[in-house]
């Protein structure tokens, strides 16, 4: 199949949108729970691991189902981690957007169409200050701050007015966990535990 890359403004406005009301974002593991999420009303998905032939089952799926795709680019095998390689899941693979660490896959991603999502590790303030440094070089889309419960006590110490929208993943095992962290400006929360799939924000 031969897939329009990238996605239109008017997708990635109908994301944000979802989000504010049902932001736990499925973080798949296997193809299966694509339709798990499905059931549980998602319209964007993470895929974590397994291979390149498990991401385009995914994205299939997915595109039936009216799901939008996101790929881990660093934890699928197969996969080519360079420009030549992302434009080869969005065109071939149909994936809708990458999630990485590295800050040059970023840039390719957003020459091809595809949203880009900067994984940051904030672990102590050195690599809060490290992050911030990355995310101003690379200029994401979005990011992803893991782990998720670091988030509470450290969002004071993002400066919201010059980073993009941010959500957050990692260790995430409650509705109490999913509330606190967004209550401190999170746009998301992604999670493999399916149970939390349904939360649905008040």
């Not at 974002?25 to 296997?30: G, N, Q």
């Not at 071939?92 to 590295?102: F, K, N």
């Not at 782990?147 to 995430?172: C, E, N, Q, T, Y």
Request: aromatic content about 6%; proline content about 5%.
């Amino acid at each position: 199949m031969n897939w329009i890359p990238g996605l239109s403004e008017q997708d990635r406005a109908r994301i944000w949108q979802h989000l504010k009301k049902y932001p736990a974002i499925p973080a798949l593991k296997r193809v299966e729970d694509v339709d798990i999420a499905h059931r549980y009303r998602a319209k964007l998905v993470f895929f974590l691991t397994g291979t390149l032939y498990d991401l385009r089952d995914v994205c299939a799926r997915g595109e039936c189902l009216g799901m939008q795709v996101f790929c881990h680019l660093d934890l699928v095998q197969g996969i080519g981690k360079d420009p030549a390689g992302i434009k080869w899941l969005a065109t071939e693979i149909g994936v809708r957007g990458i999630l990485t660490t590295r800050s040059t896959l970023i840039r390719a991603a957003k020459n091809e169409g595809l949203m880009a999502i900067q994984r940051l590790f904030m672990l102590d303030s050195e690599s809060l200050k490290t992050g911030l440094e990355i995310i101003a070089s690379s200029r994401p889309d979005a990011v992803e701050i893991l782990p998720a419960l670091v988030v509470p006590s450290m969002a004071h110490r993002l400066p919201m007015d010059k980073i993009p929208p941010f959500i957050a993943g990692g260790l995430v095992e409650t509705v109490a966990d999913i509330e606190s962290i967004m209550a401190s400006g999170a746009l998301g929360v992604s999670t493999s535990k399916k149970e939390l799939w349904t939360y649905e924000r008040a």
